[in-house]
């Protein structure tokens, strides 16, 4: 469904760590399809400014930024509320803000996990909640968690990621009952994605690992499968879309 409503009656997607990487491409890539978008951010205030002059000088009025500590629970449905104030609506929310860094058995403290459970799960559950009321008078109302298409072969440095991520994608099911029929929610869990940045995970993992596609993964190929599920998609809710190149079949 390509939407070409006036800008004022344009959809609107909230995306959270939307200024980079594959937030980024998700907030370009929903904003061609004729939404207008929030992007998220915490640190990356350049990027998120670049990115809102970007798209604004596409499209006029069509693109805002946001920022916010997600660990700060109490705090999120107040973001929630600025999304939703600046057009007067809010029709996806797209969870990308993610903590991805290794926690070796044997070095954990619970501040590590506490920070990873609440930026990868918790945080994205309270926005879950804090949309849904608007979501809910969307006629495309969505939600969107990135997980990790490793989820069910956890990495053994990574032992807490991996369970946010797991967590999360439980959630996926468990908000798609509760918020049905009204709202849809559905996970994408990308493979390795090469984002052109040396704090890329193909840096952090020592490099791009093996796909049956023989090809890296872009932030463009994770983009479109958010699109498709959010236009494309009406029938399916509380599934996870792997895209991964075939990684997980591989070893
Ligand atoms: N890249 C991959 O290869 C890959 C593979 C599997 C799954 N994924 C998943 O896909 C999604 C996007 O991946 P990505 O690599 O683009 O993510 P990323 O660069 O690791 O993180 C995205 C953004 O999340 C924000 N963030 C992290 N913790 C936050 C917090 N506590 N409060 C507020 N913002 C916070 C950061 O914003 P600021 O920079 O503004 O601080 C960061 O730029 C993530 O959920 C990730 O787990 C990615």
Not at 74 to 103: F, I
């Amino acid at each position: 469904m390509q939407v070409k409503s006036p800008q004022q009656n344009a959809p609107v997607a909230l995306i959270t760590g939307g200024a980079r990487r594959i937030g980024a491409a998700i907030a370009r890539h929903l904003h061609a399809q004729g939404m207008s978008v929030v992007c998220h951010y915490r640190h990356a205030k350049e990027e998120a400014q670049a990115l809102k002059d970007e798209l604004n000088q596409l499209r006029a009025d069509s693109a805002e930024i946001i920022s916010g500590e997600l660990q700060e629970i109490e705090k999120l449905p107040k973001l929630v509320t600025q999304a939703e104030e600046r057009w007067g609506r809010l029709d996806v929310l797209v969870n990308s803000a993610s903590m991805y860094h290794p926690t070796p058995v044997g070095t954990v403290t619970p501040e590590q996990w506490d920070a990873l459970f609440a930026s990868n799960a918790k945080a994205p559950f309270f926005l879950a909640q804090a949309c849904a009321p608007f979501l809910a008078k969307s006629e495309c109302g969505s939600i969107i968690n990135m997980t990790d298409a490793n989820v069910d072969r956890p990495r053994e440095d990574y032992p807490i990621y991996c369970a946010t991520k797991a967590a999360l994608e439980n959630m996926t099911k468990a908000l798609a009952k509760a918020l049905a029929p009204l709202i849809r929610v559905n996970a994408v869990a990308p493979g390795e994605i090469y984002c052109d940045e040396p704090s890329s995970v193909a840096v952090l993992s020592g490099g791009i690992r093996e796909t049956l596609l023989k090809r890296e993964g872009q932030v463009d190929d994770i983009a479109k499968a958010v699109s498709f599920l959010i236009f494309d998609s009406p029938h399916t809710t509380g599934q996870t879309f792997v895209v991964d190149g075939g990684e997980t079949l591989v070893g």
